[in-house]
């Protein structure tokens, strides 16, 4: 079975731009979360998506949106980038039962200059 | 705010000695556990979890202890070996149904040879 995969891997983006991730969950999975790492806050929740809807989200600004298509792949949008955006985002697809394991994809390591 | 905490950024432990390594959490929301592991450029992966009606749950080489009066955890690895080093992350979920994780900001484990 394929796993998570997230792209691009790698992003530079200027402040101000806009910018869309990409995740293709394990097939079958119908639960895709995001989150964010950072060196001083670890890995932190965006929210998450299962067969369409936003089922969760976190504590980040409305720059921060996604979404969902029929085949469970999600998107990631980040509009008015700032530099503290810069992070590596990982996506984890689930069957969205509660408790179900997480599946990581290797993420995207975005850089805002 | 940190709702699971790791505060021990690095360990280095010695081939074939035990690792332990340290968790605590502040939300009693918190029923589910889980540590992942990571290893650089690639996602996190499971390791093992353990639900709040147990103490404890072993997998081999790897046991989790819950001490639920301290919102403690511990994962120990007997016996540690080389390629057990990458970082490992302690993560919670919380019973309200969601299926979100709230993830510690990692420790370091390096194991020497």
């Known amino acids: 079975k394929a796993g998570v995969t997230q792209t691009p891997r790698y992003l530079i983006k200027t402040r101000g731009q806009q910018v869309t991730l990409s995740c293709s969950p394990i097939?079958?999975?119908?639960?895709v979360s995001w989150y964010q790492q950072t060196p001083g806050q670890g890995l932190q929740f965006l929210f998450e998506?299962?067969?369409?809807?936003?089922?969760n989200k976190g504590n980040f600004p409305g720059r921060f949106s996604g979404r969902q298509f029929s085949n469970s792949r999600s998107e990631m949008n980040v509009s008015t980038l700032e530099l503290g955006d810069s992070a590596l985002y990982l996506c984890?697809?689930?069957?969205?039962?509660?408790?179900?394991?997480?599946?990581f994809g290797p993420g995207t390591r975005l850089t805002v200059t | 705010d940190q709702q699971v905490k790791q505060n021990s950024p690095s360990l280095s432990v010695q081939e074939g000695r035990i690792s332990i390594l340290n968790c605590d959490y502040t939300?009693?929301?918190?029923?589910?556990f889980l540590w992942y592991k990571k290893y650089p450029a690639e996602g996190p992966t499971f390791l093992i979890s353990?639900?709040?009606?147990?103490d404890k749950n072993e997998d081999g080489r790897f046991t989790v202890f819950l001490n639920k009066s301290a919102k403690h955890l511990s994962l120990h690895i007997v016996p540690s070996q080389p390629g057990d080093s990458a970082v490992y992350f302690c993560?919670?979920?919380?019973?309200?149904?969601?299926?979100?994780?709230?993830f510690g900001t990692g420790t370091r484990l390096t194991v020497i040879p």
């Open positions: 993560a919670a979920s919380a019973r309200t149904g969601a299926n979100n994780l709230f």
């Open positions: 097939s079958g999975h119908r639960s």
């Open positions: 353990i639900s709040s009606i147990k």
């Open positions: 939300n009693s929301m918190f029923d589910y």
């Open positions: 984890a697809s689930s069957s969205g039962g509660r408790g179900d394991e997480q599946y």
């Open positions: 998506y299962f067969s369409e809807t936003q089922r």
